[in-house]
């Protein structure tokens, strides 16, 4: 039983991630829009899927200031879409 409750979670996990992606790299693009911030907000959804990992390792390494703020995003998002869908 629990295990349904996890599920839903990760799908909508990825969905938003991907989609988040999607539209950093489209805004990115685009003058007006900071495409940016939906990247960040994609790779930390996207936190269990390894190319991610590298990528979020890779900024950490190469900007060291952001390690604490994806920490801190992390658990506020979490903490968030927890309420959302009960994990």
Same mark, same amino acid.
């Given at each position: 039983? !629990? !295990? ?20 950093? &790299?489209?805004?990115?693009? &685009? ?7 939906? &990247? ?6 996207l936190k269990d899927e390894r190319w991610a990992r590298k990528a979020?390792? #890779? ?9 604490p703020i994806f920490q801190k995003v ?5 903490? #968030?879409?927890?309420?959302? #869908?009960?994990?």
């Amino acid at each position: 039983m !629990n !295990n349904k409750k996890k599920r839903p979670f990760s799908v909508y996990r990825y969905i938003l991630g991907y989609s988040f992606l999607f539209f950093g &790299i489209v805004a990115g693009l &685009i003058p007006i829009l900071q495409g940016w911030i939906f &990247i960040v907000l994609g790779l930390v959804l996207l936190k269990d899927e390894r190319w991610a990992r590298k990528a979020r390792v #890779w900024l950490q390494r190469r900007y060291p200031a952001t390690g604490p703020i994806f920490q801190k995003v992390y658990i506020k998002l979490d903490a #968030w879409l927890g309420k959302w #869908w009960g994990v």
